[in-house]
């Protein structure tokens, strides 16, 4: 099985009825038409918001106590978990997909991002080192660009948008920081698959979440486990899955 390359995150960021959905709407039609896998991730502040519906059969599953939710359908698959979940947490759902684009997480920080102001005052509080466009006709340090230019927006998201970095710092990539490299990748100074770790030989989550590697753990979990199971009946192929359970004792 081959190995897929992490998906490229963007953040279209603004406040409430700034146009962001129409933003993600042009992209995703644009990305899709290019033969990109697109998925998109959607950020609701209301704290009291639910996507289930009072008296479904899932939401009496959670009134029971269920954590997790799942409802299978001819046509759909909804996973309800009643939990908190970061951006970074939301991402494992989206291995294979070439672009997943992040609605809202005005205070995302380290993804390449795409602001829409409604006005010319909001412009300061949305922008920051990783913005890489402004939607709208105002008076904007980054490349502006219309509602209705999508083609020149996904052409610039191609270009400049990278996985979500793993916050090591490592520094196996010749810069201090994640953050150093992320700027690197947006001014062209790099490629984001400079950066080993991404490239995932290894990968260890616990519980569900991901855990990053730095490129020197990566090589030995991959060499010890490969080494190992060599020696076993029934293990050719290129991918390993290995599931350990801690002794709490």
Known sequence: MERSNPPRVLAVAGFKKSGKTRVVEGLVRELVSRGRRVGTVKHIREEDFSIDQEGK????????????????????????????????????FFQGFDFVILEGFRELEGVARVVVPRNEAEIPQLVNQF?????????????????????????????KAFPLLPELDCQHCGYNSCEEFGLAVITGLKGWAACETLQER?????????????????????????????????TKGKEIVLRVRRDEG
């Not at 709208?136 to 509602?147: A, D, L, V």
């Not at 990968?203 to 080494?227: M, Y």
Request: include cysteine; glycine fraction near 8%; charged fraction near 30%.
């Open 57 to 92: 059969d899932s939401w009496k599953h959670v009134k029971a106590g269920a954590k997790s939710v799942m409802v299978l359908s001819p046509n759909e698959t909804a996973l309800i978990e009643k939990r908190e979940m970061g951006a970074r947490d939301a991402l494992r």
């Open 202 to 234: 290894a990968v260890l989550e616990v519980d569900g979440r991901k855990v990053p590697l730095n490129p020197f753990v990566q090589e030995l979990v991959s060499k010890i486990v490969g080494g190992v199971t060599m020696s076993l009946k029934e």
């Open 131 to 159: 913005t890489v466009a402004c939607i709208g006709n105002f008076k904007c340090e980054r490349p502006n660009f219309g509602f209705e230019d999508s083609k020149a927006l996904a052409d610039l998201v191609e270009k």
